[in-house]
């Protein structure tokens, strides 16, 4: 059996035959530090038969679905949410009863399938697809990612066996490996305090300013939907707090209030640090580059009273010295040719025993322990690999880069976020420097522990999240909450820094 799987999003046959795209049409909403998405699709089903389609395709790892309606014919049908046994048997029954029909289901977090039953033979179906998302940071910008591919996924045995479909035949049904379609998008961006500047790594795009905002489209009518869009937003105050207030019909008031803590006396600590490095099959060409460009950066990171190793991984381990080593010259020079030599040509991304291996390994005396992951991470075992990484989080956190267009976001940020580190994802060509520092800053640099918040002279309603963990020095938090009654106070974060107590303020003031 293959063990590499998937496909590019898009709409098939339950005869694995493609139902031709007619349009693919985005249209983004970006205020602040939040995103509004629609997506729309137009396929037409040309079998003479009617067909079952499945339309496997991805979303932000953290989006909020919050609107799915489907256009067939003349019917327009709009989603409901049910239990997922239920909706299962509901589609079943309307499927055998010879009616048409239409489920989605989540199968990752960040990638969805819908299916519709009983398109009839020459019928057009559009889908129209709306999420909210919060924006990522990358150094002094915001950045919006909106996903395209669903990128080939390896299946470790274990997801490869014992029941039919698979995990990973569910997540990546077969379909054709290139198709002919492209997407056209746009997107309207306003910030508070003024835009800056727009840019884009992933794509060429034409901006517009106008007024108070900006209007951002690609340069072709349309692209090739293989590779996620990215787009990095400099607001003017780019190193301002800030704080978003909204009213809502029934007199409460939504916040969103972002902070940039910033302490005085931040200093580098030494660290046992562990690079693990994805060698499989999946990194050939531009990924392995973008690997050995970064870690010949990471490298020259390290200072002295550090150990290190480097820890490549496929369908087996290759540890450089078998045991974290003081960074010195010698070992330096020996891990600068030993990166410039690496290959992918480890086989396929085990990538949980790799972790499982370098997480047992006993710390440097005295040194806390880091581990930097270098990977595609297109795996199907997301979910034990993110658990494993949150059952060592008191000991070890993980600093992860995604690499290559079509990296899994949802792997490498949660396997981040469990292990209470960071994350940064590395295209083709792009400038790595700031990248690889902003990592070490936080990977080496104090934290912010003991975190919490108070909501001074607010009646507050609800928090999201509810509990802050460790926070990086410099880096910004945002936090969401209802609130009742005039909205007017101050939030105050608190926590333990290096120095001591220290508490940030913002002042809210609905008027």
Request: overall charge negative; some cysteine.
């Amino acid at each position: 059996m293959n063990d590499i799987v998937g496909p590019p999003a898009g709409l098939q046959s339950k005869a694995e035959r493609p139902i031709p795209l007619l349009g693919v049409q985005v249209d983004a909403e970006i205020r602040g530090a939040q995103s509004r998405v629609v997506l729309r699709q137009r396929y037409r089903n040309t079998e003479s038969e009617p067909v079952e389609a499945v339309y496997v395709f991805p979303v932000p790892e953290a989006a909020a679905l919050c609107g799915l309606a489907v256009v067939v014919g003349e019917r327009r049908i709009e989603a409901r949410v049910a239990e997922r046994e239920e909706a299962f048997a509901e589609y079943d029954d309307a499927m055998q009863a010879g009616h048409g029909a239409v489920l989605l289901d989540q199968e990752r977090p960040n990638v969805l399938t819908l299916s519709v039953g009983n398109l009839l033979p020459g019928q057009e179906l559009a889908v129209e697809l709306e999420w909210v998302a919060e924006l990522g940071r990358e150094g002094e910008a915001l950045r919006f990612a909106l996903p395209t591919t669903v990128a080939p996924r390896y299946a470790p045995a274990a997801d490869r066996a014992g029941v039919s479909p698979t995990p990973a035949e569910r997540l990546s049904p077969p379909v054709e490996a290139e198709v002919s379609y492209g997407f056209a998008f746009s997107a309207l961006v306003e910030l508070p305090g003024g835009l800056a500047a727009v840019e884009s790594p992933s794509h060429p795009v034409r901006i517009a300013f106008e007024d108070a905002h900006a209007r951002v489209e690609l340069a072709t009518r349309e692209s090739p939907m293989d590779r996620d869009l990215v787009l990095l937003l400099t607001p003017r105050q780019a190193a301002a707090p800030l704080v978003q207030l909204e009213r809502q019909p029934d007199g409460s008031l939504v916040a969103a209030v972002t902070f940039l803590p910033a302490v005085a006396g931040e200093r580098r600590l030494p660290r046992d640090i562990t690079f693990l490095v994805d060698r499989s099959g999946s990194m050939h060409g531009s990924s392995i580059e973008e690997v050995r460009r970064a870690l010949q950066l990471c490298l020259r990171s390290l200072q002295e009273g550090d150990h290190f190793d480097i820890v490549g991984f496929g369908s087996h381990c290759v540890s450089l010295f078998g045991a974290s080593r003081p960074y010195d010259q010698a070992s330096l020079d020996e891990a600068a040719r030993h990166v410039a030599t690496m290959r992918a040509d480890l086989g396929g991304t085990e990538i949980l025993p790799a972790l499982e291996m370098v997480l047992v390994r006993p710390p440097a005396a005295g040194l806390e322990r880091r581990v930097v992951l270098l990977t595609d991470g297109e795996v199907t075992n997301e979910h034990a690999v993110v658990a494993l990484a949150g059952a060592h989080a008191e000991t070890t956190a993980i600093f992860t880069f995604g690499i290559g267009y079509g990296a899994s976001e949802h792997l490498v940020r949660a396997v981040a976020r469990a292990s209470r580190g960071d994350c940064e994802m590395i295209f083709p060509g792009e400038p790595l420097e700031a990248k690889v520092l902003r990592q070490f800053a936080r990977l080496a640099g104090p934290a912010l522990a003991d975190v919490t918040l108070a909501w001074d002279g607010l009646d507050l309603v609800a928090q999201n999240p509810h509990r802050l963990h460790r926070l990086f020095v410099s880096d910004p938090v945002t936090v969401y909450a209802r609130l009742r009654g005039s909205g007017t106070g101050t939030v105050r974060l608190h926590a333990r820094g290096p120095e001591g107590p220290c508490a940030w303020a913002l002042p809210l003031d609905p008027a």
